[in-house]
Each structure stands twice: as C-alpha cells, then as structure tokens.
C-alpha cells in the first residue's frame, strides 16, 4: 500500500495578532457608520417619513431623490465597494491562474487552486460588480417610474407657512 504524496498547496494566513487587528478595525468601523445612522441620518428619515410633502430638495419633491437613492444610490455604492474589493484579486488571480493570488493572505486554512479552478474563481470575482453594474441600470428604470407624491392630495397644514427646503 502506497501512501499519497500530499503536495497540496496551502495559502499564507494571517497570524492571529494580524486577524485579531483586522477585526477590531472593521468592528470599530461598523460601530462607527451604525453610529452615523443613529444620530445623522435617522432623525432626518423620520421627520421626511412623517411629512414627507414638506421636504424639498433644491426644488424637487424629497421623495423623487428617496426613489434615486433606494434604487440606484444604495446598489451603486455597494457596486463600488464591491469593485474595490474584488477587482484586483480576481485580475490577479485570472493573471496568475492561482486561487488566491501568490501573497495574498486568508483568514482561515485555504488550499491553492491552480488551473481551471483558479481561473474559474477569478471569474468569477470579476462577474459580480458587472452583475451588480446590470443590477443599478435595471434600479435606474425602476426610480423613473416610480411615482411622485402629489403636494396637493397631501395636507399642507402639517408644513407650517411653506416647504422645508433643503439646500
């Protein structure tokens, strides 16, 4: 009986002070925007949810830019986030024919894959933020035709003397 000869290729993790720190920043980071959300954006939100026909934004109804930022702002932002990130490893790894890249670093015990596999992965990396491009296109149309809050229908005594308007 023959043992294999166990030539599998292993990826360099991070030592546990370099995970350990990694965490602790995208802690402090989510801590950080959760915070934002808190005391910036949810006191705005709830004043435009209530009364929504009293914000103006430099002249066009509050709830137009809401469809814009629901629709295309939010997808768009995480399609960049998304790019940033796996961007350079999926052209990396597409170059090298290697999954992940040679001095790329895991978090957790990954084998090296080479070949088909490795340039399959790449690809598949490099599809997401074009899926997600496909994905704020199709957000686009769908802002256009969402509807706009008609200030007539809509009590103006909630407003005061006029429209908040926000510039």
């Given at each position: 009986?023959?043992v ?5 290729e292993?990826?360099t993790?991070y ?21 934002l959300?808190h ?9 435009f949810?209530?009364?929504?026909q ?44 290697r999954f992940p ?8 015990p ?40 008609d ?17």
């Open positions: 009986m023959t294999p000869n166990d030539t599998t292993w990826a993790q030592s546990p002070r370099e995970k350990l720190i990694r965490v602790i920043g995208l802690l402090t980071l989510a801590a950080g925007l959760m915070g959300h005391w910036l954006f949810l006191p705005w939100f709830n004043e949810v209530n009364r929504p009293c914000v103006q934004l430099f002249g066009i109804s509050a709830l137009r830019y809401f469809w814009q930022i629901i629709f295309i702002g939010i997808p768009l932002f995480t399609l960049v986030v998304v790019a940033v990130l796996t961007l350079p490893l999926g052209l990396k790894s597409l170059k090298e024919q890249p040679q001095h790329v670093k895991v978090m957790k990954t084998r090296v894959s080479v070949g088909r596999v490795a340039v399959f992965k790449a690809v598949g990396l490099l599809m997401l933020p074009v899926l997600m491009f496909v994905m704020v296109l199709w957000g686009a149309q769908q802002a256009q035709n969402m509807p706009d809050l200030p007539a229908m809509l009590p103006q005594s909630e407003c005061g003397t006029h429209l908040q308007e926000v510039h």
